[in-house]
Nanobody, 122 residues
Framework: VQLVESGGGLGQPGGSLRLSCAASGIIIPNYRLGWFRQSPGRAREGVSSWNSYDGSKYYADPVKGRITISRDNAKSTVYLIMDNLKPEGTAVYYC????????????????WGQGTQVTVSS
């Protein structure tokens, strides 16, 4: 499996950013594809995921209402749309895939993307 991220960069507080993750080589039909983030001095934390089994979506409590995850099956790409950006959202965002029945524990991630920096600052 390969996960290639794009997007990110500098965003203004209150603004929006979109991250993309192009996935290839997925063979196992049931998986969760989504995003973790890691800010300096903190552990990597699960942000959001999309479940291939039923299309359900997971959002971590700190980002609920401000982040939307979507999947374009034709492009094998998952998107993370971040609205109402906050400075505490500054982190490296990693695309990830898991075959576990949950999202949020980094030890269950099978493959990581290379990460993309998101900085929220005025």
């Amino acid at each position: 499996v390969q996960l290639v991220e794009s997007g990110g960069g500098l965003g203004q507080p209150g603004g929006s950013l979109r991250l993309s993750c192009a996935a290839s080589g997925i063979i196992i039909p049931n998986y969760r594809l989504g995003w973790f983030r890691q800010s300096p001095g903190r552990a990597r934390e699960g942000v959001s995921s999309w479940n291939s089994y039923d299309g359900s979506k997971y959002y971590a409590d700190p980002v609920k209402g401000r982040i939307t995850i979507s999947r374009d099956n034709a492009k094998s790409t998952v998107y993370l749309i971040m609205d109402n950006l906050k400075p505490e959202g500054t982190a490296v965002y990693y695309c990830a895939i898991s075959y576990d029945d949950s999202w949020g524990d980094a030890q269950y991630i099978a493959t990581w993307g290379q990460g993309t920096q998101v900085t929220v600052s005025s």
